[in-house]
């Protein structure tokens, strides 16, 4: 079984910074994409970063120069910096994995969630 633990959340003004971790842990083979979620209350799950195991990453719009996504391979971990956040980044941030099994089989793997609130 593969756990994510998410870290790093908190309260923050406007313009302030938060780093979000997530390390992996449990039996698996290899870890392919890893990427950040974020669900603000009442809407949808929607995508924030993916960055794959060669470090090529993408993002949406609304984060692009402000948010950076990165991981470490040996320590199985994905981070997200979140620089210059606003009041409409305030969501439940997931991290996501896509996990080789020791049986080759590739799943979805999902952390708990953290709260990130922006406001002053």
């Not at 910096?81 to 080759?104: F, G, H, W």
Request: charged residues 15%.
């Amino acid at each position: 079984q593969v756990q994510l633990v998410e870290s790093g959340g908190g309260l923050v003004q406007p313009g302030g910074s938060l780093r979000l971790s997530c390390a992996a842990s449990g039996s698996m083979f290899s870890i392919n994409g890893m990427g950040w979620y974020r669900q603000a209350l009442g809407k949808e799950r929607t995508l924030v970063a993916i960055i794959t195991p060669g470090g090529s990453t993408n993002y949406v719009d609304s984060v692009k120069g402000r948010f950076t996504i990165s991981r470490d391979n040996a320590k199985n971990t994905v981070y997200l910096q979140m620089n210059s956040l606003k009041p409409e980044d305030t969501a439940v941030y997931y991290c996501n994995a896509d996990v080789m099994t020791i049986s080759r089989r590739v799943l979805s793997y999902w952390g708990q969630g953290t709260q990130v609130t922006v406001s002053s």
